[in-house]
């Protein structure tokens, strides 16, 4: 099993950044995909995740109408588009995922598989 984050880096506040993951090893299409991130001293926080039927989608209330998560199956990617960053976004971004996630569990951390994490700094 793997996933590999990419698509971090330095960007302005106000700037726009989409972060990719790319997976294997795993039935992509029959998981649910999350995003988390960590800022420097601070735990992990979820971030956005999309169930597995690719329509329902949870965010945290910090990123609402800023980001967007996308997947394409055809693909196994996950997307998560980040637009008016904020200083406070500035972290190591995490994606993950799981095939035993119901809707109601989306936001909690305990996915099976990780990523390894991408860096984004917002300078303000």
């Known amino acids: 099993v793997q996933l590999q984050a990419s698509g971090g880096g330095l960007v302005q506040a106000g700037g726009s950044l989409r972060l990719s993951c790319v997976a294997s090893g795993f039935t992509f299409r029959a998981s649910a995909l999350g995003w988390f991130r960590q800022a420097p001293g601070k735990e992990r926080e979820f971030v956005a995740a999309?169930?597995?039927?690719?329509?329902?989608?949870k965010y945290a209330d910090s990123v609402k109408g800023r980001f967007t998560i996308s997947r394409d199956n055809t693909k196994n990617m996950v997307y998560l588009q980040m637009s008016s960053l904020k200083h406070d976004d500035t972290g190591v971004y995490y994606c993950?995922?799981?095939?035993?996630?119901?809707?109601?569990?989306?936001?909690?951390?305990?996915?099976?598989?990780w990523g390894q994490g991408t860096l984004v700094t917002v300078s303000s």
């Open positions: 999309i169930h597995r039927d690719g329509v329902t989608r």
């Open positions: 993950a995922a799981d095939s035993r996630k119901i809707v109601s569990s989306l936001t909690n951390a305990d996915y099976a598989y």
